[in-house]
């Protein structure tokens, strides 16, 4: 890059000779630079969010893992520690992530908090007698709802509520 500003300076120079003054070169190089950083820099740096991951604090990530393959049929994406202390778990393209982080799951627990994550599947109905089939613990039975969307509730082991959906059209 440094190289390729020495080349315009001299460029400036040799075009503009009788303007040659450093202070013209400058205010021409400082006018350039500025254009050139906004058509080449700004677009490259503009920030576009690809997805979010929930992550489910617990006490026991590799029996919360085991839940999410067993009764759910999520699949093993990673597991990292030993014993675990995060893992992700996956399921068409969904992930999950678990953290050992029994202090929180604690306080969930003791203060009857469920935080919630938001599922969205194709054919709710075929995927909630999936989940009762294995076990899952229905907190709420699958019906339509106001937000035009078809929906039931799990409560998994560790308090947190999932909402699995489908839109109505």
């Known amino acids: ?12 120079a040799a075009t503009y000779p009788a303007e040659g003054s ?8 400082d006018c350039w630079a500025e254009k050139w950083l906004k058509r080449n820099l700004c677009a ?23 839940y999410y393959k067993d009764v759910l049929g999520f ?22 992530y678990i953290s050992l982080d029994a202090e929180f799951a604690s306080t969930v627990e003791a203060s009857d908090l469920h935080p919630e994550i938001f599922l969205w599947v194709q054919d709710v109905d075929k995927v909630f ?28 082991p560790n308090g947190y509520h999932l909402k699995v959906a489908e839109p109505l059209d």
Do not use: C
């Open 44 to 66: 490259e740096i503009h920030l576009k969010y690809k997805s979010a991951v929930p992550v489910i604090a617990t006490a026991d990530v590799r029996s919360t893992v085991d």
């Open 75 to 96: 699949n093993e994406h990673f597991i990292f520690g030993n014993p675990p202390v995060y893992a992700g778990i996956e399921k068409d393209g969904v992930l999950l």
């Open 1 to 12: 890059m440094r190289g390729f500003i020495l080349w315009k300076i001299a460029y400036l």
């Open 129 to 156: 007698e999936e989940h009762k089939r294995r076990g899952a613990k229905i907190f709420e039975g699958v019906s339509n709802r106001p937000w035009d969307a078809r929906q039931y509730v799990i409560e998994e």
């Open 22 to 29: 450093a202070v013209y070169l400058y205010n021409s190089l």
